[in-house]
């Protein structure tokens, strides 16, 4: 589903994004907002990004390798965070992957 505009009130996108998300839930389906153009604007507040034990370490050096995250600590310990560059999410790591924040 993709929805293209040029023009329109504020009020009447989100109405027609809330009333899609609800229609997704119903048919038990997630809508979520996909970057568009350059900034990605990430749209759930948060997600669970599920990553095995093993590939924990390399998905950590991809989020920063290839993703555009920066690591918000200078030294690695149970405090780690990682920023996107553009400062629209954060990703912190968890029992089960990592967790995706938006940054609102």
Request: net charge positive.
């Amino acid at each position: 589903l993709g929805l293209r505009w040029l023009m329109c009130q504020g009020q009447q996108v989100e109405e027609i994004v809330k009333h899609c998300t609800r229609r997704a839930r119903q048919a038990g389906l997630l809508l979520l907002q996909i970057p568009t153009d350059r900034r990605p604007r990430p749209f759930t507040p948060r997600a669970l990004i599920v990553v095995p034990e093993s590939l924990r370490k390399r998905a950590a050096e991809a989020l920063c390798e290839e993703i555009g995250f920066v690591n918000e600590y200078a030294r690695e310990g149970p405090e780690r965070r990682w920023m996107h560059e553009l400062g629209v999410a954060f990703v912190r790591p968890n029992v089960r992957g990592f967790s995706w924040l938006a940054n609102r």
